[in-house]
């Protein structure tokens, strides 16, 4: 019996030229049947250009494919999806108008003698929703879902088609860690069945742990291949970017006594007078990172909205500086010192059709002002000082903000941010779905804004991150604080137990 990995899909010396950028160089990749393939890189290392090369989005400039040994050329998604490749994007495609049904038979729609088949679409699609352990109502808008169910609604499309290959860009982005625990186990399932997964993500722990194979990208060429039972995270890092993430534990407790911010008996309900937030207290001191952890659910996002003024209905007392906030507006909470980056930059912190330079300084145009007018000239001088400080890589302010990576474009909403001069600043996932340089720079900037004196809130799923940029962690469940901990000494399995 031949227990050699057998090919499925490979890429061979494929380059791929845009207008003044070469994406891909020469890259050659080969995805196993019953492997996981992992593929990592910076963000512009070439990772998206080749998946969408394998997925018939985009065509090589130079280079061949190969699908079960034959060459092959895929004409379109829908060619390359009618052969078995399918696609998960990070970037969720999905209709918010539409049901989850509709979603995931979106173009491929069951259909006989020209009639809808609406009830076998429905039942399909109870059926993949069982598979992943998530009983959405087949019927129920997709706009009108959480973040972490829209993602699972873009998996289960995935598989509702036969596939050889499937790729995954950030699936877990948006997940909670019970989601991915199901995640995990599916992709055990396929493989079990021969389905070759791609899996690309940010977290190198996850790749480690669910991967058989790595591939890193650097400057669009394939910087190192290996077995991911061979290397560690350090192996990976090297390669990509030359430069180690910190390690749990590595911030300076903060040394002041200074309350900045206070609420007491935070109590919010939903529509159906079940508590999203539960009797929440706490305070954070000036040149504090207090990290709130916690699994999908658990009312972290609600809390930084409420304290934004973003929830309507909450009742309880926010102070800042000893002065009660909680009846000012949105706006107002901004001009009294608190900025909040939100989970989803997309729809919450951007504007696509504005520049990079618009987009930054949106929420200070008073300060850029000269008499009654809007100063180009401050514009222009408050964003360069931005992009400078925080090491954003752009064409420049003028660009369009949908030309810039994702860290980059988290950067961008994180600036927006500090040119409100904010003294607390709330920030959501800060590093969801950015690549380990943008990390390392949002870790840098948000350890130095504390050292500043800057009260800041750290949302966080993620374990080992909540810990290393964390002076102090709350962890919340079912929309109570269930737990308070040094975050130098607290272990993985005490904020674990505590958000469980």
């Given amino acids: 019996m031949n227990n050699e990995p057998q090919p499925v899909l490979e890429a061979r010396k494929i380059t791929k030229i845009y207008p003044g950028t070469v994406a891909l160089d020469d890259a050659s990749i080969r995805i196993d049947r019953g492997r996981v393939r992992a593929l990592i890189g910076e963000n512009g290392a070439g990772k998206s250009t080749l998946v969408k090369i394998l997925a018939g989005v985009e065509q090589p400039s130079a280079g061949t494919l190969r699908l079960d040994g034959t060459e092959t050329v895929f004409a379109s998604v829908r060619d390359a999806t009618a052969r078995g490749i399918g696609i998960i994007h990070q970037e969720l495609n999905l209709c918010p108008n539409l049901s989850v ?17 609406e009830r076998a679409q429905e039942r399909r ?77 940010h977290r190198l722990e996850e790749l480690l742990k669910i991967s058989d194979d790595i591939t890193v990208l650097r400057d669009g060429r394939i910087a190192g291949e290996a077995l991911s039972s061979d290397i560690d995270s350090r192996w990976i890092v090297d390669r990509m970017t030359g430069r180690s993430l910190p390690a749990a534990g590595t911030r300076s407790p903060s040394k002041s006594d200074r309350e900045l911010l206070r609420a007491e008996n935070l109590i919010l309900y939903n529509e159906t007078a079940r508590p999203i937030l ?85 929420a200070s145009l008073p300060a850029q002002r000269s008499g009654v007018f809007l100063s ?23 660009a369009s903000i949908q030309a810039l990576s994702g860290g ?55 374990l080992e991150e909540v810990r290393s940029v964390s002076d102090r962690i709350l962890v919340m469940s079912r929309g109570a604080v269930t737990g308070e901990f040094n975050a130098v000494s607290v272990s993985g399995e005490e904020l674990t137990a505590a958000a469980s």
């Fill in 101 to 117: 049904s509709d979603n995931i038979f979106l173009g491929y729609e069951l259909a006989s003698r020209g009639l809808l088949k």
């Fill in 125 to 201: 699609t109870r059926e993949l929703l069982q598979l992943l352990d998530h009983p959405i109502d087949p019927n129920a808008l997709v706009g009108e879902l959480p973040l972490g169910q829209q993602q699972i609604v873009e998996i289960a499309r995935a598989l509702a088609h036969e596939v050889k290959v499937l790729m995954m860009d950030e699936p877990t982005s948006a997940l909670s860690a019970s989601e991915i625990g199901v995640l995990f186990r599916l992709i055990g399932d396929l493989k079990s069945r021969g389905v070759a997964i791609v899996y690309i993500s």
């Fill in 278 to 362: 539960n009797r929440v207290s706490f305070s954070l001191r000036a040149g504090e990172v207090l990290g709130i952890y916690g699994l999908m659910g658990a009312g972290r996002t609600e809390l930084l909205e409420s304290l934004m003024a973003l929830r309507p209905g909450l009742s309880g007392g926010v102070w800042l500086n000893a002065t009660r906030i909680d009846r000012l507006t949105a706006s107002q909470r901004i001009e009294s010192g608190i900025a909040m980056v939100p989970e989803d930059r997309q729809t919450g912190g951007l504007i696509p059709t504005l520049s990079v330079g618009a987009n930054m300084t949106l």
């Fill in 376 to 398: 180009r000239e401050k514009e222009a001088a408050a964003s360069d000082a931005m992009i400078s400080r925080l090491r954003i890589k752009t064409p420049g302010i003028g």
């Fill in 408 to 462: 980059n474009q988290q950067k961008v909403v994180l600036a927006k941010c500090l040119l409100t001069s904010p003294q607390v600043l709330l920030l959501d996932e800060p590093t969801r779905g950015v690549d380990v340089s943008a990390k390392a720079d949002i870790y840098s900037a948000v350890r130095q804004l504390a050292s500043e004196g800057m009260g800041i809130i750290y949302v966080c799923s993620e």
